[in-house]
């Protein structure tokens, strides 16, 4: 009965932007792919995006909701410092428009898009990958594949079933309300600037925020602390910024991972990404750049995989993305476990926040990626101004 199954070169588990870019990049080598993705699945997302993205993945300016020019950081004594952008922006996009038109771009290369289910992965006689879905009617089917990219996102099944340690991956649950957005100046409120607070009774490990949507807010909040109510500190935040006035239009809520996977592949034929391998960055939270980054090299190391034959290659994905970005996420890391552990500390975050240095450093790293060499100096008086607030020889 198996050799009656369609046979994939490779099947895409999980259409957001790192299974949209896998698969959109597999089809336009001359892969033969297949993408399965839920209908209907928005992610709670800030919706934030750096300039280097548009370029990097040919993603058009139209998508853009908004363009931010500023980020507003708030202690919790209700100190604000504002960081301008400067010369450059934060693209804000809507998840469910921005994903739909990655998957469609990959369906447009030529991937066939099928929409379903994800329930088990199996092997054929001949050891080759089988995929059990249920269709969109709630059938069950199946095909083979040579390949398979598991981009289901956090606590992802399938990499549950099949890469050693996927279930063991830390997280941060999130929420968010979309909210319709007041008239610019309301309550303070500005359609090109994201506020995001740092205070206790919003997340007690994490950070809340206000990103601008055009027409839409999002207002939402993070948090690995078990029993924390996210729905109550979202509440808390509407109230304080006037935003409880506004129709919201929808809830959502999920996991995002805190650390990227050790092992993303089986040694074998599946390989994960985006979310499903852990590739959030810690602090910030930013995950669309790196999960299409993430789409992008799985689609190289099993298109390198396809050609050779050698299950070895998957490895190359996770070593490409560590060496670029392997760094940048483990001081990230030691940022949100020093700095967010308490009110006092956090207030001490925001004076760090309010320094050109600090500021010039982090959005340029932001919007571009690669390590700032135009100002060398800023990172020597950076340490000594981070070592200055570690020892408590500045004041908040």
């Given at each position: 009965m198996s050799t009656e199954l369609r046979t994939f070169d490779t099947v895409v588990i999980g259409g957001g932007p790192a299974g949209a870019?896998?698969?959109?990049?597999?089809?336009?080598?001359?892969?033969?792919?297949?993408?399965?993705?839920?209908?209907?699945?928005i992610k709670p997302c800030g919706g934030a995006i750096p300039p280097i993205l548009l370029d990097e993945f040919n993603v058009p300016e139209s998508l853009l909701v908004a363009?931010?020019?500023?980020?507003?950081?708030?202690?919790?004594?209700?100190?604000?410092?504002?960081?301008?952008?400067?010369?450059?922006?934060?693209?804000?996009v809507d998840r469910d428009v921005f994903d739909e038109w990655l998957r469609e771009r990959a369906a447009g290369s030529g991937a066939t898009r099928v929409t379903g289910t994800f329930k088990k992965f199996l092997r054929?006689?001949?050891?080759?990958?089988?995929?059990?879905?249920?269709?969109?009617?709630?059938?069950?089917?199946?095909?083979?594949?040579?390949?398979?990219?598991?981009?289901?996102?956090?606590?992802?099944?399938?990499?549950?079933?099949?890469?050693?340690?996927?279930?063991?991956?830390?997280y941060v649950a999130a929420y968010h309300e979309i909210v319709e957005s007041p008239a610019q100046g309301t309550r303070d409120f500005d359609g090109?600037?994201?506020?995001?607070?740092?205070?206790?009774?919003?997340?007690?490990?994490?950070?809340?925020?206000?990103?601008?949507h055009g027409n839409v807010t999002s207002v939402g909040v993070g948090s690995a602390q078990k029993g924390f109510s996210l729905r109550r500190a979202v509440d808390e935040l509407r109230e304080a910024t006037g935003l409880d006035l506004g129709k919201t239009v929808r809830r959502e809520g999920a996991p995002i991972p805190l650390k990227p996977m050790k092992r993303w592949d089986n040694g074998r034929d599946v390989l994960?990404?985006?979310?499903?391998?852990?590739?959030?960055?810690?602090?910030?939270g930013e995950g669309i750049y790196y999960a299409?980054?993430?789409?992008?090299?799985?689609?190289?190391?099993?298109?390198?995989?396809?050609?050779?034959?050698?299950?070895?290659?998957?490895?190359?994905?996770?070593?490409?993305?560590?060496?670029k970005h392997g760094k940048v996420f483990w001081v990230l890391g030691i940022m949100q476990s020093f700095w967010y552990s308490s009110d006092k500390r956090r207030e001490r975050f925001v004076t760090i926040c309010g320094?050109?240095?600090?500021?010039?450093?982090?959005?340029?790293?932001?919007m571009y990626k690669k390590l700032v060499r135009a100002k060398p100096m800023a990172h020597v008086r950076i340490f000594f101004k981070d070592m200055a607030h570690l020892l408590g020889l500045v004041r908040a």
């Open positions: 870019t896998a698969a959109n990049d597999l089809a336009q080598a001359g892969q033969d792919v297949m993408l399965l993705d839920r209908a209907g699945r363009r931010v020019k500023a980020a507003r950081i708030v202690s919790p004594s209700d100190r604000k410092v504002d960081m301008p952008v400067g010369d450059g922006f934060v693209g804000m054929d006689d001949d050891g080759t990958a089988i995929i059990l879905y249920r269709d969109a009617e709630g059938v069950e089917q199946q095909v083979r594949a040579r390949f398979v990219i598991g981009a289901d996102g956090a606590r992802s099944e399938l990499g549950r079933q099949t890469v050693p340690g996927a279930d063991k991956v830390p090109a600037r994201c506020d995001v607070y740092y205070r206790g009774s919003l997340s007690p490990d994490f950070y809340a925020w206000v990103f601008p994960l990404a985006g979310d499903a391998a852990g590739i959030v960055a810690p602090a910030s299409m980054l993430g789409g992008r090299l799985a689609a190289e190391a099993v298109a390198e995989a396809l050609a050779t034959g050698k299950a070895s290659a998957l490895r190359t994905a996770r070593k490409r993305f560590m060496r320094d050109e240095d600090v500021q010039y450093l982090t959005w340029q790293a932001y």
